[in-house]
């Protein structure tokens, strides 16, 4: 497993931008999965985008256009940039790790909170 820290969060106006970044510490980061996920309060957590080593990216139907997820194997870092941001956006969003072929994200991080301001 890896160890990720996220940082970036933080209060932004609606129609700001923001951009997360999650740092992993172990062997092999390009064999994992990458994802950025999401819970508001009083909500369950919510899948918002994923990103391959080869490239495959995708996004949740509510981010698309709007978030871009990105990742720089060298620097074992996958970021998040998040913009034209909504109030609905507001939640504390966790990175999250995964085998190719493993079903399931078993490394999370601790969170970062994201609030969008009306």
């Known amino acids: 497993q890896v160890q990720l820290v996220e940082s970036g969060g933080g209060l932004v106006q609606v129609g700001g931008s923001l951009r997360l970044s999650c740092a992993a510490s172990?062997?092999?980061?390009?064999?994992?999965?990458m994802g950025w996920f999401r819970q508001a309060p009083g909500k369950e957590r919510e899948f918002v985008a994923s990103?391959?080593?080869?490239?495959?990216?995708d996004y949740a139907d509510s981010v698309k256009g709007r978030f871009t997820i990105s990742r720089d194997n060298a620097k074992n870092t996958v970021y998040l940039q998040m913009n034209s941001l909504k109030p609905e956006d507001t939640a504390v969003y966790y990175c999250?790790?995964?085998?190719?072929?493993?079903?399931?994200?078993?490394?999370w991080g601790q969170g970062t909170q994201v609030t969008v301001s009306s």
């Open positions: 999250a790790a995964r085998l190719v072929l493993a079903k399931e994200y078993r490394s």
């Open positions: 172990g062997r092999a980061f390009s064999s994992y999965v």
């Open positions: 990103c391959w080593s080869g490239g495959n990216i």
